[in-house]
């Protein structure tokens, strides 16, 4: 079995085998947040399927592709498409980008997300930025043999999601006129959405938002020494006594109403890390 070193070392020369640029930023676009690809200007795109051990979205609102270009005068790398626990990725397998992503040269990765809402001054098409985290899935793309070179064996969480970056984040909506709210987003496996149940349990322990990705990201981005800075967009809201429907379409629409705000937030707080 190849260890998780050589692993990151082949994707990282399969990318420096197309291009020799120096990304400082790295970017997940989940779902949302895809358009913000149309305002990298890209030196470089490469499939993930051209890169060894990066794994392929199943989900077909996700695309595949790892961009390297420039935003607002900014060398970032952004994924196009992330992979989720629910498709039958090992945690490990999820946060491999993430490592290359350091790798290739970033101090500082931006995730996003889908999101359910469960503190009721959300509205759905809100954008959220991520202060915190719970894990209430027992997963973690840490557990086997730590690898000293990566990372410490005991990663604190203190402060994961930086607080300079959430105060650029809060500066930057303000100047820019769009409505940021913050909270505590919590990490569940999905598919399935959430029962009324736990809507109501989730929000007794704290929790604002809730989703089925960016924790293992955030994780494994701490454990490499990164800055995080985490969105959401909220798609629906989990409150538990007014609970409605949800499906997919829905999701994906409302996130398509938010794209162009955070699109234009990311892309203008990127200018200012
Ligand atoms: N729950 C979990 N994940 C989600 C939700 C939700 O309500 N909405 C979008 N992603």
Redesign the pocket.
């Known amino acids: 079995m190849i260890g998780l070193k050589q692993k990151i070392q082949e994707s990282v020369q399969a990318i420096r085998n197309r291009t020799a640029f120096k990304p400082e930023i790295g970017i997940i676009l989940g ?1 949302g947040l895809g358009r913000l690809a149309d305002n990298i200007q890209a030196d470089t795109t490469i499939p993930y399927a051209t890169i060894p051990h990066f794994p392929i979205p199943t989900v077909e609102s996700h695309g595949g592709r790892l961009i390297l270009g420039m935003i607002n005068n900014r060398p970032v790398v952004a994924m196009q498409g992330r992979v989720h626990y629910y498709e039958g990725y090992e945690p490990q397998e999820i946060t491999h980008p993430v490592r290359v992503m350091k790798e290739l040269g970033i101090h500082t990765l931006i995730v996003s ?5 469960l503190n009721p001054e959300f509205q759905a098409g809100d954008i959220a930025v991520i202060t915190d985290h719970i894990n209430l899935t027992s997963l973690n793309p840490l557990r086997g043999p730590n690898d000293e070179t990566l990372g410490p064996r005991f990663p604190d969480m203190f402060q994961c999601y930086d607080p300079a970056l959430i105060k650029i984040a809060q500066e930057t909506a303000r100047d820019l006129g769009i409505r940021l709210v913050k909270g505590v987003y919590a990490w ?1 496996t ?1 598919p ?3 029962t009324a149940a736990e ?1 109501r349990y989730l929000r007794i322990i704290g929790a604002d938002l ?3 990705s960016t924790v293992p990201e955030t994780i494994v981005a701490r454990h490499a020494g990164l800055r995080v800075l985490g969105f959401s ?6 409150i538990p006594e007014q609970l409605k429907p ?1 499906d997919l379409a829905t ?1 994906l629409k409302v ?1 398509s109403q938010a794209e162009p705000r955070l699109t234009r937030l990311v892309s203008e707080v990127i200018g200012r890390i």
Do not use: R
């Open positions: 779902t997300n889908a999101a359910g809402g569940l999905g399935n959405l959430e809507y809730v989703g089925m967009v909220i798609t629906d809201m989990g949800v999701v996130a």
